[in-house]
């Protein structure tokens, strides 16, 4: 029964993956029915706003004919008990009559947080909780944070050399990784909902900073100009790539140089500049500039740090702020993983602090 259990689950966490990067702020979820061993439906929240897992797995199940009174359901995360853009989905599960429902975390959410689970039992399903809950919760370490703290989930990308420098003394940086390395960025860019750069990269390369994945929503592309450098450019008339596609926000200290040209807020420092994110809706932030790096370093959730097969000997290094002195006081960074892409690695690390 057990391995059975894991087995759908399993495939309900697949399903969820699905809906990334379309979800945010929301969480991905994912849910399958069963009935008499057999999956009978499957669902995922394929979209912010619309409809839940629970509701889509349902709906499956019965466009194939299938009577949903007596099965199980494997969702990964507790089935709301709330309105909010849609209706409470513990009590669609009661009425339709479902036996057993077998939870994988509950949901963070303060207006859900057990309730849901509670419902449920109370009219007599058989619900369990925690089956693989660890996965649950990395799948959607973003909307924990989100909905905790109101904060984004920031994450730190950089492109390094084996000898760790992100650019050379010159400042020429293309490129580093290769192309694997560079579409598994695309990836990165698709679980975060915004993109954060210095206007220096704005500058000199004129990035797009939108995903180029088929199956990609637009991207919020956060710039930090303090002096309002880009401001000035495109009064000169100089077009940037980044008003191509999705909303561009500027933290400058500078607003009135954006008057009528782009959004821009009068804050620089970037714990102010995270709860502004996280004001405006923003749950996540994949910190690209090297440049920026170190002022977000004690405030990020993630390093994603990609090495490509080159060294520079000299150049610019990314955390130069550190200045550690003994090798004791260095911050220790948790390995999550390290993958290899094509000549290429990328090592995915949590701050240990
Ligand atoms: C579920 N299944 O598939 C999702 C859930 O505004 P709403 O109605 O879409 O509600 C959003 C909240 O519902 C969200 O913050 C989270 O707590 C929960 N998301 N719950 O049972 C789902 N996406
Ligand atoms: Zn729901």
């Known amino acids: 029964m057990r391995d059975e259990d894991e087995k759908f689950m399993r495939l309900a966490l697949?399903?969820?993956?699905r809906g990334e990067g379309w979800t945010n702020p929301n969480p991905m979820v994912g849910a399958v029915i069963v009935k008499d061993g057999k999956?009978?439906?499957v669902g995922w929240h394929r979209k912010f706003g619309e409809k839940h897992a629970e509701i889509n797995a349902i709906e499956d199940a019965k466009a194939k004919g299938y009577d949903v009174r007596g099965a199980t359901m494997y969702v990964t995360l507790e089935p709301c008990s709330h309105w909010g853009k849609q209706p409470p989905c513990a009590d669609r599960i009661i009425q339709e009559g479902f036996k057993r429902v077998v939870v994988a975390m509950e949901d963070p959410n303060p207006l859900v947080a057990g309730q849901g689970i509670?419902?449920?039992?109370?009219a007599g399903i058989e619900v369990e909780v925690g089956l693989l809950e660890e996965e649950a919760r990395k799948l959607n370490e973003i909307f924990l944070k989100y909905i905790t703290t109101k904060l984004p989930f920031?994450?730190?990308k950089l492109a390094l050399t084996?000898?760790?420098f992100i650019a050379t003394e010159t400042g020429s940086?293309?490129?580093i990784t290769g192309e694997k390395a560079r579409q598994r960025v695309q990836e990165l860019r698709r679980k975060h909902m915004a993109i954060m750069v210095g206007s220096g990269t704005v500058l000199a390369d004129n990035p797009r900073l939108n995903c180029r994945l088929e199956n990609c929503p637009?991207?919020?592309?956060?710039i930090l100009d303090r002096s309002g450098r880009v401001a000035d450019e495109m009064r000169k008339g100089r077009k940037f790539r980044l008003f191509e596609d999705g909303r561009v926000i500027f933290f400058t200290e500078k607003p009135e140089k954006f008057k009528g040209i782009a959004e821009a807020y009068p804050i620089t420092e970037p714990a102010k500049i995270l709860k502004k994110l996280g004001e405006l809706g923003i749950d996540s932030v994949l910190v690209e500039g090297g440049r920026i790096a170190c002022q977000f370093l004690s405030l990020a959730d993630k390093l994603y740090l990609f090495y490509g097969?080159?060294?520079f000997g000299r150049g610019i290094k990314p955390f130069e702020c550190l200045k550690v002195e003994n090798t004791k006081e260095a911050p220790l960074l948790r390995i999550e993983s390290i993958e290899r892409l094509g000549e290429s690695f990328l090592v995915t690390a949590y701050p240990g602090w």
């Open 14 to 17: 697949e399903l969820a993956k």
């Open 39 to 41: 999956i009978i439906g």
């Open 118 to 122: 509670e419902k449920m039992r109370k």
């Open 154 to 156: 920031v994450s730190i």
């Open 162 to 164: 084996l000898d760790g």
């Open 173 to 175: 940086s293309k490129w």
């Open 218 to 222: 637009e991207k919020v592309k956060v």
């Open 309 to 311: 097969p080159k060294l």
